[in-house]
């Protein structure tokens, strides 16, 4: 059976090229969360504390990008007129956050593929997995110990504990 393997970041670059380098071929996804905050960043720029049109704006916003029309938001923000050099440059800068993201964030295919585009179950997995276990009381980890038991952790809760092992005895 084909699986379809996924990354979920925020748009850091680093993220992008260890998603390159260790699922070569993964489809890259923006968590929609991150990149929601991205166009209220640009709204507050230039709305301030207008809570009208700050509002009518982003669900306008919202809209276009949960349906994938990413480009749409990128002229929106092309539109709004800045006044300072600040708001000037917080505009350029969302607006090419999201050219450089817009095939990151094609959210209504991604959900038709049965995809997440949160990060926020995974976070969770991440607390329960990671911090049931590593973060007990008296505890203390060297990066190597932690990452070890993080593997072990994982390898029995997904179900490949065998797998883990005979990878660990061949590699």
């Known amino acids: 059976m084909a699986q379809k393997v996924s990354v979920i970041g925020d748009g850091a670059p680093w993220i992008w090229n260890l998603a390159d380098e ?17 166009y209220w960043k640009a709204a507050r720029a230039i ?24 480009q749409k938001v990128i002229e929106a923000i092309g539109r709004l007129c800045a006044s300072t050099q ?15 993201n817009k095939e990151r964030m094609r959210y209504e295919d991604f959900r038709k593929q049965g995809l997440f585009v949160g990060s926020g179950v995974v ?24 990452n070890s038991i993080i593997a072990l952790r994982c390898s029995i809760l997904s179900g490949r504990w065998e797998d883990f092992w005979e990878y660990r005895a061949t590699g």
Do not use: N, P
């Not at 890259?28 to 991205?38: F, M, N, S, V």
């Not at 350029?92 to 050219?99: L, P, S």
């Not at 969770?124 to 911090?131: F, K, L």
């Open 22 to 38: 260790h699922f070569w071929g993964a489809l890259q996804i923006i968590d929609l969360y991150h990149a929601r905050e991205h």
């Open 47 to 70: 709305f301030g504390l207008d809570r009208e049109t700050l509002h009518r704006w982003t669900e306008k916003r919202k809209k276009e990008l949960d349906s994938g029309k990413v």
């Open 86 to 100: 600040e708001q000037k440059e917080i505009l350029d800068g969302e607006r090419a956050y999201f050219e450089r």
């Open 123 to 146: 976070e969770a997995g991440c607390r329960t997995v990671i911090g049931q276990r590593l973060k007990q009381s008296g505890m203390h980890w060297t990066v190597r110990g932690a």
